[in-house]
């Protein structure tokens, strides 16, 4: 079966990077697009980023144009969030998702994404 694994979050300073991590196993992971989402507390699960299978279709949400970068390594299995400039607005527990059709676009779309990580904290401090 499918499986996603977070890492890398953690406490940061505002202003500060970190660069998140979705390890997948279970099936050929570079004919899928993947995607980032959040939630903060009381919130509802927002988009963040998301790729198309070789890299070149990527997709943000405006708040984070500019400062987030999402990129792929096919041979390793994994997708990275690289988050720079962090503000107090970007904590929230970080998932990434993908999508459950083969060769399927990215998507922005929380509805169309059928397999979940666990999750990664991501606290930004003043």
């Known amino acids: 079966q499918v499986q996603l694994v977070e890492s890398g979050g953690g406490s940061v300073q505002a202003g500060g990077s970190l660069t998140l991590s979705c390890v997948a196993s279970?099936?050929?992971?570079?004919?899928?697009?993947m995607g980032w989402f959040r939630q903060a507390p009381g919130k509802e699960r927002e988009f963040v980023a998301a790729i198309g299978l070789n890299g070149d279709e990527q997709y943000y949400t405006d708040s984070v144009k500019g400062r987030f970068s999402i990129s792929r390594d096919n041979a390793k299995n994994t997708v990275y969030l690289q988050m720079n400039s962090l503000n107090l607005e970007d904590t929230a527990v970080y998932y990434c998702?993908?999508?459950?059709?083969?060769?399927?676009?990215?998507?922005?779309?929380?509805?169309?994404?059928?397999?979940w990580g666990q999750g990664t904290q991501v606290t930004v401090s003043s």
């Open positions: 998702g993908t999508r459950r059709d083969v060769y399927a676009s990215a998507s922005i779309f929380l509805h169309e994404y059928n397999y």
């Open positions: 279970g099936r050929t992971f570079s004919r899928y697009p």
